[in-house]
């Protein structure tokens, strides 16, 4: 075989592998649907960042007290807004390049192994607790739902909601990417907003209650100091989205002369510009009537009426399917692309259906027989969503960044040192 010939089959080989590697990408879940509009994006993230822990804020409030509750809720919100607006800029500060999932862009800034290191433990970590909770959120709403419509019926175990919630995801876990979510995120969207006004309209219609107490709900001053590092992970995490706002911005096409930042910063400015909407008449209305006895779940400290409060129940129900959906999807690309590219298993409609399914059991299972794993889960996410959507996309444009950029490199620090005391 001549020179040419070994170059010539050479050639093939690596346009074969070429070929393979595009059709895999084109069939995982996070780079298989480039054609999303803007207006999809923004459903994802409004439904990952105004969240369940919306209804936490009062709690957090009540930890923090007013004045110190008012500034950590702005101070949160400016730097939720300029690390997010960050991460969107480095989707593609590469030319010719796109960091389609968090771990890439911590390998480009970090180096190969240890961005790999660095991120996914964490992100496996924060999104796989978050799904666990939401399980348990899931069922305890479908509970409360059951209770408040139906006072006298027999209880129900809360094992057997869990069940059902989790039903719903064996079925949705089969739709392949974001884009096939898109009205699943709208209807989940539309509820989170919704539920949050509820929470708040029905604090102000029960009133301020008789001996209402606003001191600090601990009462020796090292509980107090526990208290507002606590509340302060409550508050970071009532901001979330970071962990998969690379993956939502991967969805949409790259315009023939830009890059996608003005779609994408449209997508994810306007759900957390319009956050403090849904986020601080909860925090403020939800403390008010209560004061430190308000329960970290302001829907469940709120009894009347009746009806309300089984509607707020049923939308939380039907935002926490969509969360599921949003926050899961990462991992299937993770599980999806190991057991592809590692285990070279063919890509399809089986090793979804089974690796899929498998997962959704796992949560379910989880969040059904070890609750206090799901106490360590939610205590992992404060810990680390805080280092997720602030610390990590401070440290990725460090390298980035000019020192003679000092307001710039400024507020990087300042994001820094937030997320390590949250």
Same mark, same amino acid.
């Given at each position: 075989?001549?020179?040419?010939?070994?170059?010539?089959?050479? &050639?093939?080989?690596?346009?074969?592998?070429?070929?393979?590697? *595009?059709?895999?990408?084109?069939?995982?879940?996070?780079?298989?649907?480039?054609?999303?509009?803007?207006?999809?994006?923004?459903?994802?993230?409004?439904?990952?960042?105004?969240?369940?822990?919306?209804?936490?804020?009062?709690?957090?409030?009540?930890?923090?007290?007013?004045?110190?509750?008012?500034?950590?809720?702005?101070?949160?919100?400016?730097?939720?807004?300029?690390?997010?607006?960050?991460?969107?800029?480095?989707?593609?500060?590469?030319?010719? *390049?796109?960091?389609?999932?968090?771990?890439?862009?911590?390998?480009?800034?970090?180096?190969?192994?240890?961005?790999?290191?660095?991120?996914?433990?964490?992100?496996?970590?924060?999104?796989?607790?978050?799904?666990?909770?939401?399980?348990?959120?899931?069922?305890?709403?479908?509970?409360? $739902?059951?209770?408040?419509?139906?006072?006298?019926?027999?209880?129900?175990?809360?094992?057997?909601?869990?069940?059902?919630?989790?039903?719903?995801?064996?079925?949705?876990?089969?739709?392949?990417?974001?884009?096939?979510?898109?009205?699943?995120?709208?209807?989940?969207?539309?509820?989170?907003?919704?539920?949050?006004?509820?929470?708040?309209?029905?604090?102000?219609?029960?009133? *301020?209650?008789?001996?209402?107490?606003?001191?600090?709900?601990?009462?020796?001053?090292?509980?107090?100091?526990?208290?507002?590092?606590?509340?302060?992970?409550?508050?970071?995490?009532?901001?979330?989205?970071?962990?998969?706002?690379?993956?939502?911005?991967?969805?949409?096409?790259?315009?023939?002369?830009?890059?996608?930042?003005?779609?994408?910063?449209?997508?994810?400015?306007?759900?957390?510009?319009?956050?403090?909407?849904?986020?601080?008449?909860?925090?403020?209305?939800?403390?008010?009537?209560?004061?430190?006895?308000?329960?970290?779940?302001?829907?469940?400290?709120?009894?009347?009426?009746?009806?309300?409060?089984?509607?707020?129940?049923?939308?939380?129900?039907?935002?926490?399917?969509?969360?599921?959906?949003?926050?899961?999807?990462?991992? $299937?690309?993770?599980?999806?692309?190991?057991?592809?590219?590692? $285990?070279?298993?063919?890509? &399809?409609?089986?090793?979804?259906?089974?690796?899929?399914?498998?997962?959704?059991?796992?949560?379910?299972?989880?969040?059904?027989?070890?609750?206090?794993?799901?106490?360590?889960?939610?205590?992992?996410?404060?810990?680390?969503?805080?280092?997720?959507?602030?610390?990590?996309?401070?440290?990725?444009?460090?390298?980035?960044?000019?020192?003679?950029?000092?307001?710039?490199?400024?507020?990087?620090?300042?994001?820094?040192?937030?997320?390590?005391?949250?």
């Amino acid at each position: 075989m001549g020179r040419d010939d070994v170059g010539a089959a050479q &050639g093939g080989d690596v346009a074969q592998q070429q070929e393979n590697t *595009k059709s895999i990408d084109d069939w995982l879940p996070i780079t298989s649907s480039r054609n999303a509009k803007w207006w999809y994006s923004a459903f994802h993230n409004v439904t990952a960042m105004v969240g369940a822990g919306v209804l936490s804020l009062p709690y957090a409030m009540a930890e923090l007290g007013w004045g110190p509750g008012i500034a950590v809720l702005v101070i949160s919100w400016v730097i939720t807004l300029y690390t997010l607006w960050q991460m969107v800029e480095m989707h593609e500060m590469v030319p010719g *390049k796109r960091f389609d999932r968090y771990h890439e862009l911590g390998q480009h800034a970090f180096g190969e192994k240890l961005g790999l290191w660095i991120v996914v433990p964490q992100q496996l970590v924060v999104e796989v607790g978050t799904n666990i909770v939401y399980m348990v959120t899931g069922g305890k709403s479908l509970q409360k $739902f059951h209770n408040v419509v139906c006072p006298d019926c027999k209880s129900i175990k809360l094992s057997y909601f869990i069940i059902i919630f989790a039903s719903v995801h064996f079925v949705l876990s089969q739709l392949p990417n974001f884009n096939s979510i898109s009205g699943i995120s709208l209807a989940a969207a539309v509820m989170s907003l919704t539920y949050s006004t509820i929470g708040w309209v029905a604090s102000v219609h029960k009133g *301020k209650q008789p001996d209402v107490d606003y001191s600090y709900k601990a009462s020796t001053r090292t509980g107090a100091v526990f208290n507002f590092f606590s509340a302060l992970g409550d508050v970071a995490f009532a901001y979330a989205g970071h962990n998969v706002v690379l993956e939502i911005q991967a969805t949409i096409p790259r315009p023939p002369k830009s890059p996608p930042r003005s779609p994408c910063g449209r997508a994810s400015s306007w759900p957390t510009s319009s956050s403090p909407s849904a986020t601080s008449p909860s925090r403020w209305s939800g403390t008010g009537p209560s004061g430190n006895s308000v329960d970290d779940n302001i829907l469940i400290t709120l009894e009347k009426p009746r009806w309300l409060i089984a509607a707020a129940n049923l939308f939380v129900v039907v935002h926490v399917i969509g969360s599921y959906q949003i926050y899961a999807m990462p991992v $299937f690309d993770m599980i999806e692309t190991v057991l592809v590219k590692e $285990f070279h298993l063919p890509p &399809g409609r089986t090793i979804r259906l089974i690796a899929r399914s498998a997962y959704v059991a796992l949560t379910m299972i989880i969040a059904i027989i070890i609750p206090s794993l799901v106490d360590y889960s939610d205590s992992s996410e404060a810990l680390l969503w805080p280092q997720q959507h602030t610390f990590f996309p401070a440290s990725c444009g460090w390298p980035y960044t000019s020192l003679r950029d000092s307001a710039c490199l400024g507020s990087q620090t300042g994001s820094a040192l937030y997320s390590a005391f949250s």
